[in-house]
Every structure is written in C-alpha cells, then in structure tokens.
C-alpha cells in the first residue's frame, strides 16, 4: 500500500442516524465481511464492546479498515452521543476526510449541526450521506432545503433518489448522469426513470456551474457551450471538496447496501490522500516549530490519538504515522525517553492483526509501551519532534464519590486511572480540605456511566453526592493582636510574647519590624512559622485564610523559658487576638466560562447567568451562527449549568471552565454558608 493509496474518514451523526449500519454495508460492499452485522443481533464490527451492545450505540472509537480497488480507506467509527465528544475532538485531529451521515426520517438535528461546525472549523472535506431514504413518507426537496438552511449553501446534492409511486428504490447519480437501482437484493445499473432526467438534468447542470467557478479556463469553457470532460469535471469537484467549497450529497439506504458503493467510489475519487496534505506542524528538539512532510522518505513520526485499555491484551495506543515508516524493533523517542517498537497492529473493530510495519498516513495499533498516552508524539531519536496534542473539553461537572466497602479503595484508583488513559476529557480529582474524591466529566449522563462502570465492570460499591464548595477567608481591614504563651511550673518553661500587626494583600507573607532586641531574630522563624499555621483556619467557618500580611512588630523574650515552641504558638494566638477585628469575610471560588451557543439562544442563556450572578466578560460571533459567551461566575452556581444549558439549548449549547479565583461573597449568602460548613 502507498501512502496516495490511503484515505483516513471519519464517521460522524447524530445518534441514531445509522453511522454503526452505514460501517457494516461499506465493510460488506468492499467484500471486508461476507455478510453484515447489525445492532440488535449486536454483531457490528464497530459497536462491539457489552456496554456498547447493551445501550445499542457506541460510546468509543472504531477503527474499520476496508481494501478497496486498490485502496485503503480507514472508516472511523465515533459516538453520535454528546456525552462521549471527546471521541470525535480525538480523532478530528488525524483526518482530512469525513462521512456526516443523516436520518432522512429526521432531518437536522442538534449533533448534526454540532459535528458539521466542528468539522468546517478543523477544515475537513466532508461528504454528506442522507441515510433511510426508504423510511415512509420521505420527502427529500424538504430535506435538501433543510440541510442547505442549516448546514449552508456549499452543500451539493451529487445524487437524486428514484422510485415508482415515491417508493425509494435507489438514485441516480448527477455526476455521471447513471442510475442505480436496489433490485431487492443489491444495486444495479439502470436507465435514469423518464420522469426524473430533468431533475437529474438540473442537478447536473448545477454541478457543472460550479465545476466552472473553479478555474478561469473552465468558466469561458462554460460560457462557450462546450461540454466538459469526466476527468475536468472530476479534477474540479476534487478540487472544490478539498477546499470546503463543496460539500458532496448522497442518498441511499444503509440496511439494503444502497449508496454504499458510490459513496466509496467518490470517497477515493474527492477525498485527499495523506501525501496531498500540506507539511504537518510540530517543533523540534529545541522546541522551533518546524513542518513534517507526510512520506515515507522523512524520519518517522507518529501520533497517538486514542488510547483503549483492553482486560486481556492491556493498553493499546492508537497511531497515526505522520511520516516515515514505522516498524516492529525499532527504537522510538517518546515522553523523554527511547522505548523499543515490540508489536504493531491492524485493528478492525475488536479484532488485531500482527503486521511487521506502518507507513506515513496509516493508522494502526501499538501494545506495550511504557507510560505512553493519548496526545503523545513517537518519533525518530535521531529527529525528535512533537506534534502539538489536541484540546480536549474541560470536565464541567463533577460528582463526589463515597465507597460503601473500604476493601474498595485498591481497586478505586486503578479503575480511574484506566478510564481516564482512554478519555482524556475525564478529570479526578482529590480535595484534602473536604476530604471528597471528585470525578468530572462533560454531562450528567457521562458521569452517570462512569459511575455504572466502575459498579458493573471494576465491581466497586459506591454512591455520589455532590461535591462540596472550598470556600476561603480573608480581612478587609488592618488590625493588631497580642499574642502571650506564658507557662512556668517549675524547671524550663515557655515565654513568648509578641505584638503583630494583620493587614490586607494580594497573597500570604511574613514580615517584622521588631526595634531593639524586642525578640531576638532567631524567633523570628517561629512566630512565621505560627502565623502560617492559623492561617489553615479562620474563625468564621474554618475556611484556610488567604490575602494577609502578617508582620511582627514588637515582643517579650526570657531569656531561660523562651524558645520557638513558645513564639510559634504565640504567633497563632496574635492571630486568633485580631482576627475579629479586622473585618474577616467569606470568599468564593469564581470559574470563567466559556458558553459556545446558537445565537437563537442567546437572550434566554445570558437571563439565565445573570440569575446565577454571572458577570458577562465578552460575547463574540463566531462561524456558523454561533456565539461565544465568556463569564466569571461563582462555582457554586454552576454545579447543575451543564445539564440546565441542555435545556435551554435543545440540547446544543455546551460550555468550558477555568478555576479564577476567589471574591467576596454576598452578605445575604454569608451566614448561610457559614451555618452550612461549620463543621468542615
């Protein structure tokens, strides 16, 4: 196989639009199985792990290589369901070719636009296939007009479907003006019916029109008359696809393998390979950037895009190779170390074939290297160079979890640590102050299948409960405070006496103005060491302190009965002394978000942040009809934003968190607070 040979797609839907199906009639067409598999007898190639059989659609990454007319073309299987994203953010990052696939039954629906933007956004050529043209009372101009409203005008109908008495029964095709007809057991060849070759005529002529807008020769070719070759008008819809002039639409059935062979033809014919992509970036050894041209005459490199961890074989590192040729035995550069190449394999679906080597622009699997992760780069050692990983969606909510049986907690971490190797997206994270092991996650349900994962697969009991806020203290005025730790009862006592002085700033520190020997400076550590002590807990809550200056200013030593225990503790009783007085209040976590919503919805998501005491930072149009809102807000008013926010979107809008830092909370909320967290 050469690297112009290869084509990398990924397959991208709404749940339910049959991206799973369309898998198995294209792997049955390029003759890859000799019959297909389906959801309900729970046979797929793709969707083939229990959980993905139980729920009846998939929650993780496929790879299906098909051979094909001398081709490979590597289907990539992802989730249609929001709650596994990061599948598709993952492997975005590797293609330049997509398949969107539609429910003609259906029409547009959210994850449709969601995936459509993000791949015009990535810059990947797409084809779209509008799938179950066989459903009842289809009305396909509807859905054509739907698409193009919602999508955008680039969208291109390639094909039209046919049948008697509005029946589908297979489509013809307006690049090459020939009809293909399901003649109950599979697609032939056939006359365009009569009293559909002037739609198809129209079609055609649409085509050409822009196969014209493509190059100046074409246009005046166009405007003459003259007709224009297969190869002129295949070159230039080449052409207008690569550049996302043009987005390709075909129809069919996925169930009865109809469109399934047009749409692999036209995926080698429009589609890039991996060598007519421009030089990939990365930086070198040095960190410069650099460009990495993909072929197998440059010095290896390869990215890892997906990691799966298996019960029997381990973890597998999913690969693309970026350039070079990657083989079994050799040595590679990776997380600042060389490691040694000790298997390579095809995957197809769940099943692994040993393979000896990876050329540049093919995918495949690596077993047993040591610490290698998603967003890894493994390269040459004598050329070493980094691709730069892809972003990832921040956790947005997170859930507490309590084990019920404490023979659980060796079990617990391993678990995790398995689940986030392959969803990267997935956080963890332990809270000293509350004591709460908190797992995170991009919505309610992703948690919630988390939390059956470890229940069912790992065999932990366990509950959740929402996390707890950390609050902080601080003072708002300057204050002073007496500190005195005076005990003699016989023999060596402790005396220490210290005056210090308490006043606002920007972080915790230390100072001393102590005059004339007051307290000998080798105190001075001690009464520090005490003041940063009381900080742990103020006294309005027992919230650790933050944004004071505490300085020493003046003191008693005795010259038998002082030492540091004695100044340590009265550094904390001067503290406790003048706490009080400085007007302590309660300070909240503040988060900056990033909503990304349809501009539709923009009135009702800014009412609600305003209600949640937002403070709007900036809202910015982006592509697509799309608006970015960018807000501070107090953590604890966005524990339940997620699953609200799918609400008040229809299920589009999503969002991304930072932690910012703490303000003053309201006076109206502070006892409340403190009544609530008195005993944390």
Do not use: W
């Not at 084509?7 to 749940?15: E, M, S």
């Not at 083939?48 to 990454?61: A, F, H, L, N, V």
């Not at 007007?583 to 978000?593: A, D, F, G, Q, S």
């Amino acid at each position: 196989m050469k690297t112009e040979n290869i084509r990398n797609v990924v397959i991208l839907g709404h749940k339910g639009s049959g991206k799973t199906t369309l898998v198995e009639s294209l792997a049955f067409t390029s003759k890859l199985i000799p019959e297909k598999g389906s959801i309900e007898a729970k046979n797929t190639l793709s969707d083939y792990t229990s959980d993905e059989q139980k729920r009846g659609s998939s929650i993780q990454t496929s790879i299906i290589p098909l051979e094909y007319d001398g081709y490979r073309v590597n289907l990539i299987d992802v989730p249609g369901n929001d709650d596994f994203v990061g599948e598709a953010i993952g492997v975005t990052g590797v293609v330049k070719g997509a398949i969107l696939v539609i429910d003609a039954s259906v029409g547009v629906q959210v994850g449709t636009i969601k995936h459509y933007n993000m791949l015009k956004k990535k810059g990947i050529p797409t084809f779209i296939f509008v799938n179950k043209m066989d459903k009842e009372d289809v009305d396909f101009e509807l859905i054509l007009e739907e698409i193009r409203s919602e999508l955008g005008k680039e969208v291109i109908s390639f094909c039209y479907p046919l049948g008697h008495e509005h029946n589908f029964d297979g489509f013809a095709n307006a690049v090459d003006l020939k009809a293909h007809i399901y003649n109950g057991k599979e697609c032939v060849e056939a006359e365009i019916y009569p009293d559909k070759r002037a739609k198809i005529l129209e079609l055609n002529n649409t085509i050409v029109e822009e196969v014209a807008k493509t190059d100046d020769a074409l246009l005046e070719k166009f405007f003459n008359g003259e007709q224009f070759s297969q190869e002129e008008i295949r070159s230039s819809l080449r052409k207008g696809v690569l550049s996302g002039e043009l987005t390709p639409l075909i129809v069919g059935s996925a169930s009865k393998n109809i469109g399934s062979q047009t749409l692999l033809n036209m995926l080698i014919s429009y589609l890039p390979s991996p060598s007519d992509l421009k030089p990939l970036e990365a930086t070198d050894e040095e960190g410069k950037e650099i460009t990495v041209p993909t072929s197998v005459d440059a010095p290896l490199s390869a990215y890892v895009f997906k990691t799966v961890v298996d019960p029997y074989v381990g973890v597998i590192n999913i690969v693309k190779v970026c350039s070079g040729t990657l083989k079994v035995g050799d040595e590679v550069f990776v997380n600042d170390g060389v490691q040694k190449i000790g298997a390579l394999s095809s995957m197809c679906g769940k099943k692994m074939t040993a393979i000896n080597e990876l050329i540049a622009g093919d995918i495949g699997a690596i077993t047993k290297l040591d610490k290698v992760i998603t967003g890894n780069t493994l390269s040459s050692p004598k050329n070493i160079v980094k691709y730069k990983p892809v972003k990832y969606p921040t956790a947005v909510i997170f859930k507490a979890i309590v084990l019920k049986n404490k023979n659980d907690e060796n079990k617990l971490g391993p678990a995790l640590a398995k689940i986030q190797l392959e969803n990267p997206e997935f956080e963890i994270r332990r809270n000293n102050e509350t004591k709460q092991l908190l797992v995170g996650g991009v919505s309610d349900s992703y948690l919630a299948y988390v939390i059956e994962k470890l229940k069912n697969l790992y065999k932990i009991d366990l509950v959740t409960e929402q996390p707890k806020i950390v609050y902080r203290e601080s003072i708002k005025v300057t204050g002073e405070g007496d500190g005195r730790y005076i005990k003699q009862s016989g023999g060596s006592g402790f005396y220490g006496v210290v005056k210090m002085r308490f006043e606002p700033a920007k972080e915790n520190e230390f100072a001393e103005e102590v005059f004339g020997g007051a307290v000998p400076k080798n105190y001075f550590p001690a009464v520090e060491k005490g003041f940063f002590e009381a900080l742990n807990s103020g006294l309005l809550a027992g919230f650790p302190v933050i944004g004071v200056k505490g300085v020493l200013v003046d003191g008693k030593y005795h010259p038998v009965d002082s030492n540091e225990q004695a100044f340590k503790m009265a550094g904390i009783l001067a503290f406790k002394d003048a706490y009080m007085k400085c007007k302590p209040i309660i300070l909240e976590p503040i988060v900056r978000i990033f909503v990304n919503i349809e501009s539709k919805f923009t009135g009702n998501v800014l009412s609600d942040l305003n209600s949640r005491r937002a403070k709007i930072q900036n809202i910015e149009e982006k592509d697509h009809n799309i608006q970015e809102i960018e807000a501070l807000i107090p953590e604890a008013e966005i524990i339940d934003y997620a699953t609200q926010l799918k609400s008040l979107t229809q299920a589009s809008g999503f969002f991304n968190r930072e932690f910012y830092g703490y303000e003053e909370i309201p006076e109206y909320l502070k006892d409340a607070v403190i009544r609530d967290n008195k005993l944390i």
